[in-house]
């Protein structure tokens, strides 16, 4: 197991290199004038073309194609992405200050996620062609075809258009003004937890009903996905000849469930969980952006409408990192969960 472990601990930097590569391709469509703009600050900074040629000449932008990836390396690897006009702010600090209130998010709808999809795609195979996996069948489909835009919208429409529970946004505007005023302690940029912390159960209230909407969407969508994967997974696994045996054995059904055929068919699941974590970290542009949540993902989509090339590709290589990482942690995981994997 140790063999497999070091194995993909070595083949994770190389991976991130070809990841820098593909990035940074992406930047070579782009003209040398158009580039500049991860280098500048403000507008006024190129306030002629003879001042523009003369930035494009000192950041080495007509330089060879591996002249200008090894500077942006190492800008990468010290953090520095470049300037991104729609935050005006590096793009570095402008993703690190939206994180927390996606993290926030994650925490939120990852856990319903994950327990509801398992938990209802195990009762759904161990009831197989009666009347609740239908129904189970039934829901999942729905939830897993409606596009998440229009989900999020009649989400939006129900809970806040008609019943006024639940707000977009992230919080209120007077509860903004306690939380950046000097009496305010911020911890851990997460508000329900900085509230809890600073005992201002008005914030934690306020912001408990402004995460609602965006978690109640990647809840319905990506359970639903979780519980289709869950429920193959473990009809597959039913009809092994190890569960056979079991039952001949007269073993409980529930043991049979539970003990053998759900650890073998949670590998599926495993491998959807941790790229389904990652990719809510790294933000869900659509919902994000739908109900105007200050996350890394409206981030994304503000940056893509505004031409901010610093930014996009800041984004991508982080949502790459991310996406490469928990693959790392899934295929650890499978070496704990599978000895087959072990031995390989």
């Known amino acids: 197991m140790w063999a497999y472990i070091v194995r993909r601990l070595l083949i994770f930097p190389i991976t991130l290199v070809g990841l820098s590569v593909l990035v940074f391709s992406l930047s070579t469509f782009l003209t040398p004038e158009e580039r500049l703009m991860a280098y500048i600050h403000s507008p006024l900074q190129v306030r002629s073309p003879e001042v523009v040629q003369q930035m494009i000449e000192k950041f080495g932008l007509r330089d060879p194609v591996y002249q200008q990836y090894g500077r942006w390396f190492k800008g990468v690897v010290r953090g520095d992405f470049g300037f991104s006009t729609t935050a005006q702010a590096p793009v570095f600090e402008a993703i690190m200050t939206r994180l927390p209130a996606t993290l926030e998010l994650v925490l939120f709808a990852i856990f319903p996620i994950i327990i509801g999809g398992v938990v209802l795609g195990v009762i759904s195979a161990a009831n197989h062609n009666k009347p609740l996996d239908h129904v189970t069948r039934l829901v999942a489909i729905t939830g897993w075809s409606m596009p998440t835009f229009l989900l999020a919208l009649l989400i939006m429409m129900v809970f806040y258009g008609e019943l006024r529970w639940f707000l977009p946004q992230r919080m209120s505007y007077w509860a903004k003004d306690i939380i950046l005023s000097a009496d305010f302690v911020r911890y851990s940029g997460m508000n329900v937890l900085d509230g809890m912390l600073n005992h201002r159960w008005d914030i934690v209230g306020d912001s408990l009903r402004h995460i609602m909407m965006p978690m109640l969407t990647l809840v319905l969508v990506d359970w639903a996905s979780l519980c289709r994967i869950t429920r193959s997974s ?106 087959r994997v072990r031995l390989d």
């Open 234 to 339: 473990m009809l597959e696994s039913l009809h092994q000849d190890y569960i056979r045996t079991a039952r001949a054995k007269g073993q409980h059904e529930r043991v049979i469930i539970f003990r053998h055929a759900l650890r073998n068919a949670m590998l599926p699941a495993v491998t959807f969980g941790g790229m389904l974590i990652a990719w809510l970290l790294a933000g869900v542009v659509i919902t994000e952006t739908i109900f105007n949540y200050e996350g890394v993902g409206s981030f994304a989509a503000a940056a893509a409408q505004h031409l901010d090339f610093a930014g996009i590709l800041g984004f991508a290589m982080f949502f790459g990192t991310l996406m490469i990482s928990m693959n790392l942690f899934v295929d650890l995981t499978y070496a704990f969960l599978d000895p």
